[in-house]
Nanobody, 124 residues
Framework: QVQLQESGPGLVQPSQTLSLTCTVSGGSITANYYYWNWVRQPPGGGLEWIGY???????FISPTLQLRASISRGTSESQFTLRLTSVIPEDTATYYC????????????????WGQGSHVTVSS
């Protein structure tokens, strides 16, 4: 069974950098043809897609966060990370890492596994 677990700080000061790590068990982040996503949900708000890193290492960031967010593989082969710079109070949210399956041509067939979520508060 595939499991995802987020880890990182629960409190970050404004203007600083948020770093979150997703640890994957029961599967490989390099296996064809999975994409590994970060999604967040502000208090009382809806889900917002942040971006992904693919099985081959390609990354894509939502245009709304392109200037501040980056995703990369961790030092462990079972981990990938999110970095969000210059955080503001509006970045306060529960952050999820999510697995996405795609066909060879790139068509998504669903978000099948989610982490439990990591709540992050941006405050001084």
């Amino acid at each position: 069974q595939v499991q995802l677990q987020e880890s990182g700080p629960g409190l970050v000061q404004p203007s600083q950098t948020l770093s979150l790590t997703c640890t994957v068990s029961g599967g490989s982040i390099t296996a064809n043809y999975y994409y590994w996503n970060w999604v967040r949900q502000p208090p009382g708000g809806g889900l917002e897609w942040i971006g992904y890193i693919s099985y081959s290492g390609n990354t894509f960031i939502s245009p709304t966060l392109q200037l501040r967010a980056s995703i990369s593989r961790g030092t462990s082969e079972s981990q990938f990370t999110l970095r969000l710079t210059s955080v503001i109070p509006e970045d306060t949210a529960t952050y999820y890492c999510v697995r996405e399956g795609r066909h060879y041509a790139g068509t998504s067939w669903g978000l099948d596994y989610w982490g439990q979520g990591s709540h992050v508060t941006v405050s001084s």
